[in-house]
């Protein structure tokens, strides 16, 4: 079954505990992406992918660092979290020749609270 | 950057009926592709339906339609014969055809539909 999958689903920390989501996909899809969202805002993007050891930043990329070293994985590292980064975490991925005809498959999402 | 406005946070309809959800945007571009997503209870992202900014037949797909209108810059959504399992947080999202905006896609704050019996 095509999908992306991110763990854990569920996420209670302390400030400044790094932590680690994890994301992989197994369509073989050249772009990744991380959004968080938060009520009354929608989704945002963090960081994404366009290809393996190829990362950019997206709209609010502070305090997070992402790899890509390999194509399937795409990890999202919070080397200090805090507690604004409470939200609801979403990896997705797509085939990068234009999205419309390979929109993006979302992962099922990642709540993070951080105390 | 692109802007999406989705004007009402929260909507009500009965089972079997029709409601159609708004949605505008600003842009320059002139090619780009407009997208509806669900998010139901479950908190999956759901594609509903797509547009291509430059084909001017409106988007159907079963019950859902958009009514899309380039020059008012509006992409409103149209869920006919509404159903229970269509309660969920609706969004509308903007895309530009451009490599270099990495295929971001710009959210709307969505709407939240609820569908009574």
């Known amino acids: 079954e095509a999908q992306v999958t991110q763990n854990p689903r569920y996420l209670i920390t302390v400030t400044g505990k790094k932590l680690t989501v994890t994301c992989s996909q197994n369509m073989n899809h050249e772009y990744m992406s991380w959004y968080r969202q938060d009520p009354g805002l929608g989704l945002r993007q963090i960081y994404y992918s366009m290809n393996v050891e190829v990362t950019d930043k997206g709209d609010v990329p502070e305090g997070y660092k992402v790899s890509r070293k390999e194509k399937r994985n795409f990890p999202l590292i919070l080397e200090s979290p805090s507690p604004n980064q409470t939200s609801l975490y979403f990896c997705?991925?797509?085939?990068?020749?234009?999205?419309?005809?390979?929109?993006?498959?979302f992962g099922n999402g990642t709540r993070l609270t951080v105390t | 950057a692109q802007t999406v406005t989705q004007s009402q946070p929260e909507m009500s309809v009965q089972e079997a009926e029709t409601v159609t959800l708004s949605c505008t945007y600003d842009t320059s571009e002139s090619n780009y592709y407009l997208f509806w997503y669900k998010q139901p209870p479950s908190r999956q992202m759901i594609l509903v339906i797509r547009q291509e900014a430059y084909k001017q037949q409106n988007a159907t797909e079963n019950r859902f339609s958009v009514n899309f209108q380039k020059a008012a810059k509006s992409f409103s959504l149209k869920i006919s014969d509404s159903q229970l399992g269509d309660t969920a947080m609706y969004f509308c999202a903007f895309m530009k055809l451009d490599s270099n905006s990495g295929y971001a896609l710009n959210f709307g704050k969505g709407t939240s539909l609820l569908v009574t019996p």
């Open positions: 997705a991925s797509s085939h990068t020749e234009g999205s419309y005809n390979s929109p993006l498959h």
